[in-house]
């Protein structure tokens, strides 16, 4: 993959300045960038490089002055680090995607229905009556059960799971070695002190633009009918366990090793920080915030609070306290 820097100036809305016909074949750390290369400069402690840079063009604010004489060309632009960001998009995109076609050995079920420019990896299964959209990539070893339905432009790498009824949305990224549609922990006491196990006859159901971290599982729900619903935009971290029948609201993230138990929803555009422990059957509202380590074992319907501890408690209302404490 090779640009002139006027082309990329164009897909950034950027201006140039400098040579617009320099060729960039890579995206590099400004500190480490050789020629063929471009880079980006946000952050103001990171300045000094720009003097010294081998990168044929260095994406820089519109506002942004230099001290010393600047050899690199550059892209002026309103948001150097949102720039970069399209860039790293536009070549992850052109990465992931390039692939096509099927390898083998690889097993698609009786009534499957494929979508153009879809790639199979070698050792993938697909079961029956799946139905995969235009442009997907399914990576080797992914196993894809019966009846699921995968969108457009979504990519599942290599190793994932997805069980039978299982539901993806369009531009989502799957990444190796997660579950969807597991069995969720449903076990119900005996007399005898052992525990038989409730059947979990749900699904998944996961909506556009999600990405689910590696190892991460997401179990389905109980009964027939009902979804694990994981919503748009949502951004999923590895190592994250989410019960059956939750529903995480859109937009909202969350960091690795974080659980949440069944029959919790968490609201959209939330922030959900690592090893996060949260209680099933509990509403948490849109906006909220929950501190690394929390625990949170009650419901906070209203949202746009901040969370943190364990039991977890709102980070206001603990300042506001600890205020009125000091002056007394």
């Known amino acids: ?72 060309t550059l892209i002026r632009v309103k948001d150097p680090y949102s720039s970069f ?50 442009n997907v990539k399914i990576y080797p070893h992914t196993y894809i059960g019966d009846n699921c339905e995968i969108g457009d432009n979504t990519i599942i790498h290599a190793g994932a799971k997805l069980y039978n009824n299982t539901r993806v949305g369009s531009y989502c990224v799957i990444h190796s070695g997660a579950v969807i549609g597991s069995a969720g922990f449903g076990f119900a006491p ?35 009918g009902d979804s694990t619903r994981i919503d ?15 529903t995480i609201g859109s937009n909202t993230v969350i960091a690795a090793q974080t659980g949440i138990s069944g029959s919790t929803t968490i609201g959209s555009s939330s922030v959900i920080a690592g090893q996060v422990g949260i209680a099933g059957h509990l509403e948490i509202g849109d906006n909220t915030s929950i501190g690394a380590q929390a625990g949170i074992g009650k419901s906070v319907p209203k949202g746009n609070v901040k969370l943190m501890g364990s039991p977890g408690f709102e980070l206001l209302a603990f300042r506001t306290r600890s205020s009125r404490i000091f002056l007394i």
């Open 190 to 224: 005996q007399e005898d002190g052992t525990y038989k196990t409730i059947p979990q006859m749900g699904n998944v159901i996961i909506g556009n633009h999600v990405d689910v971290g590696a190892n991460t599982v997401i179990d389905c729900a109980t009964f027939h």
């Open 1 to 72: 993959m090779e640009f002139t820097v006027s082309q990329i100036a164009e897909l950034v809305g950027g201006e140039v300045q400098g040579d617009k016909k320099a060729k960039v074949r890579m995206l590099a750390k400004i500190q480490e960038a050789k020629n063929g290369q471009i880079s980006f400069l946000s952050n103001p402690k990171y300045e000094s490089f720009i003097y010294i840079t081998e990168a044929s063009a260095v994406i820089v604010n519109k506002d942004f002055q230099a001290r010393k004489p600047v050899e690199t």
């Open 232 to 246: 748009d935009g949502v951004k999923l971290d590895n190592l994250i366990q989410i019960a059956h029948n939750v």
């Open 85 to 134: 960001t399209l860039l790293l998009e536009e070549y992850y995109k052109f990465v992931s995607f390039q692939k096509t076609g099927v390898e083998e050995p690889s097993f698609a079920g009786e009534g499957s229905i494929f979508g153009q420019e879809i790639y199979r990896g070698a050792f993938s299964y697909i079961g029956k009556n799946t139905k995969i959209g235009t």
